[in-house]
Structures are given as C-alpha cells and as structure tokens.
T-cell receptor, first 113, second 112 residues
Framework: EAGVVQSPRYKIIEKKQPVAFWCNPISGHNTLYWYLQNLGQGPELLIRYENEEAVDDSQLPKDRFSAERLKGVDSTLKIQPAELGDSAVYLC???FGYGNEQFFGPGTRLTVL | GESVGLHLPTLSVQEGDNSIINCAYSNSASDYFIWYKQESGKGPQFIIDIRSNMDKRQGQRVTVLLNKTVKHLSLQIAATQPGDSAVYFCAENTGTASKLTFGTGTRLQVTL
C-alpha cells in the first residue's frame, strides 16, 4: 500500500513569491493534517481536515497561508507571499479517522532566499 | 552555517547496548502519548504508543514507560542497532481533536 505522497520534495524560491505544496493521503484516510517542522524541532500542526472540512486551523497564519481539500482526498497548502522565516519542512499526514495513528509523508523542504 | 536548532540533545550508544531516551511532557491532561522515529529526509514514523491509564507498554525491542506523577515518558530500545540511528520525538495528545504536540527531539547515534 502506498504511503502519504507529497510533492515537490524540495522547493527553492525567492521571498515574496508564491509556493504550493501538494499531498495525497493514504487511500481511505478521511483525516488529513499539515504540519510545519523547523530545523531540529518537532512538527507543529497547521491545519487538520476531516474529509473536506477544515476542523482545526487555529495555528495557520491566515494572512499568507491557505489550504484546501476540495474533494476530501488530495490537499494543497499555499503560501503567498513567502517570507524568509517560512523556510522549513512542510509535512502532510493522514489517519483513518479521529484519534487514530497518523502516517506522515516525507515532507517538502522549502527554502526561501 | 548551522542554526541553534540543529543542536539536538544527542545520545550516543554502542551497537548492541540498550538505549533510553527521555521526554518531559507539559500537559497533565494529556491522555495519550506516542514515540516517533524520524530518519533524515523522511517524515516521522510511529514506533509505539501508550495511554495514560498504563505505566508501561512493550513492543518489539522497544518499551515505553510513563510516569504521570512527574510527567515523564521514556523510550527504551533493547540491543540498539545501526538502523536505530535517527531523531526520536515524543508526542502528547490531550484527547481533543486528535491534536498532537511534539516535544524536542533527541538524536540517537549508534556507534559500531
């Protein structure tokens, strides 16, 4: 069974440019999470989806970050405009419902110059 | 150059020895704890979990101990192997909204 798929794996952009990350969760997993992981630190939740509904986006910086999961499967996380401090790894995870084990993708490493 | 964040606590053990990785958690209301292993360039991988109504749980070569009195969690790895080299994170869940809060990682280095 395929795991959580993320693309791109690496992205380098200049500040003020937009960037988007894509996530395909494990088939059948209705819960999807986006995390941010700074170098040497643990992941921090940005947003959680139950199917197509964002049920916890309290940590998402809404002035520049947005996310969508239109059909309750794939999800896209966008940053516009990117800032130097956004350089980090963006992880996607999915689970089969609330409270169950989360499976993480490999992440997208973003570098903002 | 490197940032401060790269200087994770590091545990260096010889192959075959036992490893103990410690974690202090913050929320006394947390009812579920998980240990994750993260290898370079990969996402965190579930190792073992424990609920707050338990003190100890064993898996294959791994044991998690929970001390709720002092809010302390530990991961014991028996007969540590080179493939165990990674960063290990503990995570706590307060039981609402399946929201995990990750602790500071510990880098495990296994020497031959």
């Amino acid at each position: 069974e395929a795991g959580v798929v993320q693309s791109p794996r690496y992205k380098i952009i200049e500040k003020k440019q937009p960037v988007a990350f894509w996530c395909n969760p494990i088939s059948g997993h209705n819960t999807l999470y986006w995390y941010l992981q700074n170098l040497g630190q643990g992941p921090e939740l940005l947003i959680r989806y139950e199917n197509e509904e964002a049920v916890d986006d309290s940590q998402l910086p809404k002035d520049r970050f947005s996310a969508e999961r239109l059909k309750g499967v794939d999800s896209t996380l966008k940053i516009q405009p990117a800032e130097l401090g956004d350089s980090a790894v963006y992880l996607c995870a999915s689970s089969f419902g609330y409270g169950n084990e989360q499976f993480f993708g490999p992440g997208t490493r973003l570098t903002v110059l | 150059g490197e940032s401060v964040g790269l200087h994770l606590p590091t545990l260096s053990v010889q192959e075959g020895d036992n490893s103990i990785i410690n974690c202090a958690y913050s929320n006394s209301a947390s009812d579920y704890f998980i240990w994750y292993k993260q290898e370079s360039g990969k996402g965190p991988q579930f190792i073992i979990d424990i609920r707050s109504n338990m003190d100890k749980r064993q898996g294959q070569r791994v044991t998690v101990l929970l001390n709720k009195t002092v809010k302390h969690l530990s991961l014991q790895i028996a007969a540590t192997q080179p493939g165990d080299s990674a960063v290990y994170f503990c995570a706590e869940n307060t039981g609402t909204a399946s929201k995990l809060t990750f602790g500071t990682g510990t880098r495990l280095q296994v020497t031959l």
